[in-house]
């Protein structure tokens, strides 16, 4: 079972927080870029997006917390299945939050080229699934729309998970409120400043170079 539920949509600062988590010793953190490099994971959140149970014991194997997209489309499930892991809704203004995603995630996940590499290709399909149509309705480009389904996401969790349970956070604010929340000391060092965007390109590189140089 997980200890620490991150609840925020991806391009709230998720990937700092992943940092952070791991830093305070709750990791391994589950991240939707990691499936990059585990891409055995894919076909479980694929699993996750149709309709029945779903083995979080299994999902989550060797996790000790979760972060971003795909897990934060299952909130309520994993709050069920983990009662006592604590939650943590990453925050942003809607509207910085929509233009972030439009211009990075989104245009990754529904490039209409053809994808490099077979985990590409399945990356794609499994955030479509998950997050692009599941969670928005296959109505991201609305904008308004997505705001919305962003406001009321936000919301439920505020209203869903006990106060003493919950900590609703900005990265911006630093190691102070989420130390204080989790019962662990500050470190001695600067709160991570990760952006996702970035890493994703690092890992893509990465992983297109590295498949195309392969030995046969």
């Known amino acids: 079972m997980l200890e620490v539920i ?7 600062g998720t990937f700092s927080l992943k940092a952070a988590l791991e830093t305070l010793g709750f990791g391994p953190c589950h ?4 499936l990059l490099e585990r891409p055995e994971e894919i076909p479980r959140w694929r699993r996750a997006a149709q309709p029945g149970r779903t083995d979080w014991d299994e999902v989550y194997r060797g996790y000790r917390s979760s972060v971003d997209w795909p897990g934060a489309r299952f909130w309520r499930e994993l709050a069920a299945w983990s009662p006592k892991a604590k939650v943590v809704l990453t925050v942003r203004d809607p509207r910085r939050w929509y233009d972030s995603a439009a211009a990075t995630i989104h245009r990754a996940a529904m490039d209409a080229s053809p994808a490099p590499t ?3 290709a399945e990356m794609r399909a499994m955030s479509r699934e998950v997050v692009w149509d599941g969670q ?4 991201f480009t609305d904008a308004e729309h997505a705001m919305r389904v962003f406001t009321e996401h936000n919301e439920a ?3 869903e998970i006990d106060r003493d349970r919950l900590l609703v956070f900005e990265v911006a ?7 204080a929340f989790l019962g662990v000391p500050v470190p001695d ?10 890493e994703f390109g690092a890992l893509l590189r990465e ?3 590295g498949a195309t140089t392969a030995p046969s």
């Open 6 to 12: 991150g609840a925020g949509f991806g391009r709230t």
């Open 31 to 34: 991240h939707m870029l990691g």
């Open 118 to 120: 077979p985990v590409l």
């Open 136 to 139: 928005f309705g296959g109505r």
């Open 157 to 159: 969790v505020r209203r």
């Open 173 to 179: 604010q630093g190691w102070e409120p989420l130390c």
């Open 189 to 198: 060092a600067p709160f991570p400043r990760s952006n996702d965007q970035d």
């Open 207 to 209: 992983h297109v170079t």
